[in-house]
């Protein structure tokens, strides 16, 4: 009985996380809607935005001496980004998702790999060290760096920037969408808080591994966000919007998230097994996405139902171990 009620109450604060990460998305558009509709406003906006629930959970699990959970959640937001979000996105709009080489070049691609995988394979030696945590922040910035240069070229070079997010911070008119930011960052705070002691005590009850319930619960509760964007950016064909969100998430939680986590408490990887296999599956989830995205410049539904099929898949295997 107890652990229905907690799968139940993590639903919700799952759900709860969504609506909190959609209201910051709103609310960071609104501050920034100069640069609506490119890849760059995705990936700074949107991207990290929606990344806040793993932020949060990182941060609330590594506070109480419970980071293997955070990293689970990190790892288990981009599998599932991978592997549930881009393809349920793509069949619940019923449209086929056009790609341009664009956002597939052979710099963007190797960027993305490197910096979405390498972290977690920091941990094939047991542990994640500050260092290596620092390491991971280092590597974000160098992502920030990268991201910065692929914005428009008529937009500003980085003094005019400064000059216009002091102008947007202190705009009065702007208060409103400061105020919601503001708010719907301490929900998300308080909600993944709860959602962290949620799943330990459920770990307990149901007498299963954290780093599962990180991975399998957690982690597609927390990763709602991406699916709501993803999905309102493929019907409304914004695919620069779709693919920035989803740069900038895999990248954030790998990165952003693991590094804070590791800086506040070394992680110690447990339960090696499972986490070697999602390691391999999340490898296999990159291959197989970039793979059917670029072989034909084109998602369709056979495609999107494969990356799915590869998510279960992987949660059989992993229930089995």
Not at 106 to 127: E, I, Q, S, W
Request: aromatic share 12%; with cysteine.
């Amino acid at each position: 009985m107890l652990s229905v009620v907690l799968i139940l109450s993590t639903i919700i604060l799952a759900f709860i996380l969504y609506r909190a990460a959609h209201y910051l998305v709103i609310g960071i558009r609104e501050v920034s809607r100069t640069f609506t509709g490119t890849f760059f406003l995705a990936a700074l906006a949107t991207g990290i935005a929606t990344a806040i629930p793993e932020i949060s959970i990182g941060i609330s699990s590594a506070i109480t001496g419970n980071s293997m959970v955070g990293f689970a959640n990190a790892l288990g937001s981009n599998t599932a980004t991978l592997g549930l979000i881009l393809p349920l996105a793509a069949l619940a709009s019923g449209m086929v998702v056009q790609v341009r080489t664009s956002h597939f070049s052979r710099k963007t691609t190797f960027v993305m790999l490197t910096a979405a995988l390498f972290p977690f394979l920091c941990g094939m030696d047991g542990t994640i060290s500050r260092i290596d945590g620092l390491f991971l922040l280092f590597l974000f910035f160098v992502y920030g760096t990268y991201l910065f240069h692929k914005r428009p070229k008529d937009l500003f070079g980085f003094k005019s920037a400064i000059a216009q997010v002091r102008n947007i911070v202190f705009k009065p008119k702007l208060f409103p969408a400061w105020t919601l930011i503001i708010v719907a960052i301490l929900i998300l705070g308080v909600a993944s808080y709860a959602m962290v002691q949620n799943g330990l005590l459920l770990s307990e009850v149901v007498g299963v591994s954290p780093f599962l319930v990180g991975l399998f619960l957690l982690a597609p509760g927390s990763a709602l966000p991406e699916l709501f964007i993803a999905l309102v950016a493929i019907q409304k064909r914004q695919i620069d919007v779709l693919y920035g969100d989803i740069f900038a998430s895999l990248i954030t939680n790998a990165n952003l998230v693991v590094g804070l986590i590791a800086v506040i408490a070394p992680i110690r990887v447990i339960a090696l097994p499972h986490y070697l296999m999602a390691i391999i599956f999340m490898l296999l989830l990159y291959a197989a996405s970039i793979f059917f995205v670029s072989s034909r410049e084109r998602l369709d539904k056979w495609e999107s139902m494969g990356l799915i099929g590869l998510y279960i898949l992987f949660f059989s295997i992993e229930t089995l171990l």
